[in-house]
């Protein structure tokens, strides 16, 4: 039963392979290229691919994006680290001025231990708060990003005739292509023309 489906399958394959190119090699309505490979001519249908990740990591855009995001993410830290220091400084004092004694009443030893304790919650409210703020901006940057690269994708697009881009991350979307399929470099290339980047870099 397994060999009957895989059977059916196989041939479902092959005959989704064939109209599709039946369907973009009519004289008329053909929109396929030529492309030498290998000595030969051959027709190259009018789809493309795009590796996201090495886009990503190479258009200027991204990399400043990133950069900024690095940038708040290391001040975040930072400023929870230094403020983390200062409690466990005070903490430390604390405790030494319990051992000996120092605090006149226990009431006021009392309000000293709630005062930390307050400032210990504070500084936890204080990193989630933080951590939320970069994912929200991470997620909007990322928004800008994906719409950007849309709309730089139909602008390069326009004389080039595509009929579908697929996107391929790390080899998952698209097992194999041919490397007339690729067209991740001109994007790279196209998009870096376009950018501006922000004056002081």
């Known amino acids: 039963m397994k060999n009957i489906n895989y059977v059916i399958n196989g041939v479902l394959a092959v005959a989704v392979v064939i109209l599709f190119v039946m369907q973009f090699s009519g004289k008329e309505e053909s929109k396929a290229t030529k492309a030498v ?6 027709e190259i249908l009018p789809v493309a691919y795009v590796n996201v990740d090495s886009l990503l990591s190479n258009y ?3 990399i400043d994006l990133n950069e900024v995001i690095l940038k708040k993410q290391e001040n975040s830290r930072a ?6 220091r200062s409690l466990s400084s005070e903490m430390q004092d604390f405790q030494k001025k319990i ?5 006149l009443t226990r009431e006021r030893a009392e309000q000293e231990q ?6 210990e919650q504070d500084l936890g409210e204080l990193d989630k708060r933080l951590a939320q703020e970069l994912m929200t901006e991470q997620q909007k ?3 800008q990003l994906r719409d950007t690269v849309v709309a730089q994708i139909k602008m390069y697009n326009a004389d080039k005739g595509y009929q579908i881009i697929f996107s391929n991350t790390m080899g998952d979307n698209i097992l194999w292509a041919a490397d ?3 067209i991740t470099a001109e994007l790279i290339k196209f998009f870096n023309q376009r950018y501006n980047a ?4």
């Open 180 to 182: 007339q399929y690729d």
């Open 114 to 119: 709630q005062r930390l304790m307050k400032k």
């Open 60 to 62: 200027n855009y991204s």
């Open 141 to 143: 940057m990322n928004e």
């Open 79 to 84: 400023n929870i680290t230094q403020k983390a």
């Open 37 to 42: 490979v290998s000595g030969e001519e051959m």
């Open 99 to 103: 051992q000996n004694n120092a605090f």
């Open 198 to 201: 922000p004056s002081g870099k």
